[in-house]
């Protein structure tokens, strides 16, 4: 199970071997989710009691995933300005950090798995041209979140629609 204190052990781990670039994604990870842990703690402080908020605040094995996820999606959008950009120094550098945060998400579905569940989601919500891709997302995006690419799963679902 993933937890903020495994990916804490794993940082002092990379320390010890001095291993620069994982000890700048895991600090980098661990700031994202103490951030989320905060905006988690603000929106709890309006209704819970304050001697709650602590044990409340602490992000989920589920919660971890997604913040994990957002960040490879930011490093993916960053490796495409830079390309474009023409510096390819500064892809490689993010290729590695999104390469080293993918190791921490679950195994990721292959394109055959998400047309199956594609397929499935279709006929339980009884989606039959492209008007419906809301349904279809709305119920599909729950079973497959942190284990797909979104852009994947939207082009799956559109090509099934079409």
Request: proline share 2%; charged share 40%.
């Amino acid at each position: 199970m993933l937890s903020k204190q495994q990916i804490q052990q794993d940082l002092k781990e990379a320390q010890l071997k001095r291993d620069e670039i994982l000890v700048s994604v895991l600090r980098m990870l661990l700031a994202a989710i103490g951030n989320r842990e905060i905006e988690k703690r603000t929106k709890l402080s309006k209704s819970e009691p304050i001697e709650k908020l602590e044990e409340l605040s602490k992000l989920s094995e589920e919660e971890i995933i997604e913040t994990i996820s957002s960040e490879v999606k930011k490093r993916k959008e960053a490796i495409l300005e830079y390309e474009k950009g023409e510096r390819r120094d500064l892809a490689d550098k993010e290729k590695k950090e999104a390469e080293i945060l993918g190791n921490y998400l679950p195994q990721q579905l292959t394109e055959e798995e998400i047309k199956k569940i594609v397929k499935e989601t279709i006929e339980k919500v009884g989606a039959k041209e492209m008007k419906d891709i809301g349904k279809v997302m709305a119920d599909l995006m729950p079973k497959v979140k942190g284990k797909a690419d979104g852009n994947l799963v939207s082009k799956v679902v559109k090509e099934s629609l079409s």
